[in-house]
């Protein structure tokens, strides 16, 4: 859903501006410094990039999920680093809360957050619960007023930068499963969490994700999301559930940037005389990237409206991180060979790229996970 087509119109202007003289860039930087300059998050700030999601009434833009989605497409076209600075306050750190917080809880975190001074982190992933989610063996035992938490966190996208943790952990020993756990706000500052070193990682330089230990950690019994214990796992789907329609987005976006750079270098470079982009076998690779792109905007755009409508979507936004990111991987490799030896060389930027999209397919449930929750979707559907 579209609010105000002029409004959004000059969102994704500036967005779009913002792009192209400010992050594409500096892109080689943040590629070769793993940080992105603080002048640029300062801009980010500015542009109100924090709160795109968050409710105008607590300070932020309030898109609704198509907004977002075209607001994604266009702030993709650069390093998908600089998405990740702003990814989980907008997306899994912040979400959990507004879609399950208390009154009280929205209106003490959801404002820096919007405001961008302070960055939410969503702490689910551990050593031994990746995929399998519902595993987590974080434990939160209740002591008076408070809760003591004790556990590893791994991969956490933004903990170096998180001022707040949307963690995960289970309150019910005895039960193993999803019911055992509950979500908490953890204000970052706590004693007793300590960070892992910043992951070294194939791609996406200026990222960061590492491991946070929590090591008797108290939190006050009023920071678990909606006050109630046992529903952590239910708001962490239901994060998921929209933050794959992001991240689908997201894959949209740089796919659509790598695209434009491979058209340009194919319409630019000659080879037997002549344009390479008037050979049909580099034809055929063009035609097959811009037909994926293009269904995979389809199925985005389409799930976002559907979600905007008020639709369950747990089924079509999988089906949007599965295409989706899968696509970007299968653009990304063609950019690579459309380039030839530059693309595989450093200078031109698209081996970044091929390895900056291969993490689409991992993080926010990989494409196998994706794979298992479109079909139990069918067949629950099926039997309703
Ligand atoms: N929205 C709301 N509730 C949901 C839900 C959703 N999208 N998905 C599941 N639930 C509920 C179920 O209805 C069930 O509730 P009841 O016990 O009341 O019936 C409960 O949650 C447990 O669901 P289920 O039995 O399906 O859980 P599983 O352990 O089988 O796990 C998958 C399901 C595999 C889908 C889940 O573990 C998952 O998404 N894993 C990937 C996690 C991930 O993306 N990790 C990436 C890192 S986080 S960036």
Redesign the pocket.
Known sequence: MIRDPETLNALLDSVRRFVRERLVPAEETVADTDAIPADIVRDMQALGLFGLTIPESYGGLGLTMEEEALVMIELCQTAPAFRSLIGTTVG?GSQGILMDGTPEQKDRWLPPLARGELIAS?A??EPEA?????SVRTRARRDGDHYVIDGTKRFITNAPEAGVFTLMARTNAEDK???GITAFIVDAKSPGITLGRIDRKMGQKGAHTCDVMFDGVRVPAAHIIGGVEGRG??TA??V??KGRIHIAAVCVGVAERLLRDTLRYAMERKQFGQPICEFQLVQAMLADSRTELYAAKSMVLDAARRRDAGDNV?TEAACCKYYASEMVGRVADRAVQIHGGAGYVADHGIERYYRDVRLFRI???TSQ?QQ??IA?GMVKAAAA
């Open positions: 899994i969503f689910l992933t990746g995929s399998d989610a519902a499963g999803a019911g796992f239910k789907m239901k998921l559930d747990s993080y926010e449930g996970i298992i929750v139990r």
